[in-house]
């Protein structure tokens, strides 16, 4: 997300209070919810290519160890701060809480510009960075993952810095790195994978039959074109495909692979072959059976809510949808797949990728994919009891699922001293 009006950390918060009144949480569990566990600043001098010293500001963010070590990726963008990290943390606790797995939240990041900074300079900026947090973290303490403009090769700067420090190889410290240094099969498109399930998931509860569902997708990143890849190979037509530049429609399909050819060939989708231009806002009022916002937050607004005509959406994006258009959305019958609940396979993936490290396996493909569709049924299935039993939405139950799990941790192993 990024930040606007309002304050990330206290929407989060104000997130928190509701689910605690829906639970009738202890107000001492919930004031310790309220904090995060640990906050580290740290300045970080980088010498630039033109030989200048430039001083970035780095964070880490440790919220919640509850359920296990810290998990949450690092950001690198100009409009990183304090509240917007504590925000990311709380919500990684809850979403891998929603997962299951074995987590706690953190999230980290640098205040930069990476689209102005050279390889060498991200690759020193990433190396100081690490070195200023070695001691919070590890593979038994925090495990970093790749997170806005940050990735792979990031993370392996991250693996070899650290390993330097310790003196060995120690792969399980970071998450989403190159294959060659111990990174998982099939972790690059298991966010939208893990959508695409969600979104079956949701079509089976509805009646709807995949086979010739209609679906368009605001967004064509890593998530955006995994999701679409993995919906077609379901039997969905594709009709509507965006990225920043604008939109394609097709009624009778798109394929996703060639459409990711064109973009790569010419930096957009916008003028592929076979299709008609339409604008990013018009994609989202489409006469379609599925919505998949996989671009930025707060598209779906209390504006053009009235007008969304689709069953499902499910948020392949963080906070694609402000609580006014939530509302409205779920009156109208529309089934919403929340993001903490949509798009946690990748992290789901990435405590796969932690598990091989920890015990130097390497699964196959198929064995990663099949394990996270069963995490990723098995998680919506839990959010749709808890919506249905106590009538709420899907986004409340899922706050109230991964804030529950957490809250019993936290109750069972109490306060030291």
């Known amino acids: 997300m990024s930040l606007n009006d309002t304050n990330p950390f206290e929407a989060a918060m104000r997130q928190l209070d509701l689910v605690a009144e829906e639970l009738s949480l202890d107000k001492k569990i919930v004031e310790v919810l309220k904090h995060p566990n640990r906050v580290v600043i740290t300045s970080l001098p980088v010498k630039m290519d033109d030989g200048t010293i430039k ?88 495990i970093p993952a790749p997170d806005i403009y940050t990735d792979s090769q990031t993370m392996a700067w991250l693996l070899d810095t650290y390993s330097e420090f310790q003196g060995y190889a120690v792969p399980g410290v970071v998450t989403g790195k190159p294959i060659s240094v111990g990174g998982s099969e099939g972790r690059a498109g298991a966010t939208g994978r893990g959508a695409a399930l969600c979104t079956r998931e949701a079509a089976r509860h509805l009646g709807i039959d995949m086979n010739g569902a209609t679906v368009a997708i605001q967004g064509y990143g890593k998530v955006g074109r995994s999701v679409a890849q993995v919906l077609r190979e379901m039997g969905c037509i594709i009709i509507a495909i965006s990225d920043s530049k604008g939109g394609i429609f097709n009624q009778n399909g798109l394929d996703p692979v060639k459409v990711l050819e064109h973009k790569k060939r010419t930096g957009s989708v916008v003028d592929f072959k076979d299709s008609t231009y339409v604008a990013n806002k018009d994609l989202l009022e489409l006469d379609c059976d599925i919505l998949i916002p996989a671009a930025l937050e707060n598209v779906l607004t209390e504006e053009n809510a009235p ?35 949509a798009n946690c396979g990748g992290v789901t993936v990435s405590y796969f990728e932690w598990a091989q490290n920890l015990n130097r396996l390497h699964w196959t493909l198929d064995e990663v994919n099949q394990k996270l569709e ?36 936290l109750g069972v192993l109490g306060l030291f001293p």
Not at 376 to 396: C, G, H, P, Q, Y
Request: aromatic share 8%; hydrophobic share 40%.
């Open 307 to 341: 007008r969304i005509k689709v069953k499902i959406i499910s948020e392949g994006a963080n906070g694609p949808t402000t609580p006014e258009a939530g509302a409205i959305l779920h009156k109208k019958g529309v089934m919403m797949i929340p993001d903490i609940l």
């Open 374 to 409: 069963q995490k990723i049924v098995k998680a919506f299935n839990d959010v749709l009891e808890i919506s249905t039993k106590r009538n709420i939405s899907m986004r409340l139950a899922a706050y109230v699922l991964g804030v529950s799990r957490v809250a019993e941790a």
């Open 55 to 142: 001083v970035f500001t780095g964070y880490r963010v440790q919220y919640s160890r509850h359920r296990g070590p810290y998990k949450g990726g690092i950001r690198y963008h100009p409009n990183v701060n304090l509240d917007e990290v504590k925000a990311l943390a709380a919500w990684m606790t809850w979403k891998c809480a929603v997962a299951d797995i074995p987590y706690g939240g953190s999230k980290g990041g640098i205040t930069c510009n990476p689209k102005e900074m050279s390889s060498a300079e991200l690759e020193r900026l990433t190396r100081r960075y690490t070195s200023s947090i070695v001691r919070d973290i590890g593979p038994f303490k925090d």
